[in-house]
């Protein structure tokens, strides 16, 4: 069961920038997919996630318009597609899945879940 995400970097505020996230192995099972962030010093918290119980995909407000998640079957990857960076999504992102049926209730925020964790990747947004 592994995660592989990657794609960060250094882009220009404005500017896009996309993620991927492999899974493999029995970590395609799972009952939902989510991307997070850290910033130093802080709690991880969730921004995007893809719930296969009812097919929705959800957003944390901070990036709902900007961000889009997407799923590829074929290839076992989900996306983060981040458009319009800003400073403040300098962090390092994460990928995890999920093995505990759960109900995402909130249109604008994602909790923090996550049985199987990706490495993470850093993404720096310059001003």
């Known amino acids: 069961v592994q995660l592989q995400a990657s794609g960060g970097g250094l882009v220009q505020t404005g500017g896009s920038l996309r993620l991927s996230c492999a899974a493999s192995g029995s970590a395609t099972d799972y009952y939902a997919i989510g991307w997070f962030r850290q910033f130093p010093g802080k709690v991880r918290e969730g921004i995007a996630c893809i719930s296969n119980v009812d097919g929705r995909t959800y957003y944390d407000e901070s990036v709902k318009g900007r961000f889009t998640m997407s799923r590829d079957y074929a290839e076992n990857t989900v996306r983060l597609q981040m458009t319009g960076v800003k400073p403040e999504d300098t962090a390092v992102y994460y990928c995890a899945a999920d093995f505990t049926r759960r109900k995402f209730g909130s249109d604008t925020s994602v909790p923090l879940f996550g049985d ?12």
């Not at 964790?117 to 001003?127: A, F, I, L, N």
């Open 116 to 127: 199987v964790w990706g490495k993470g990747t850093q993404v720096t947004v310059s001003s």
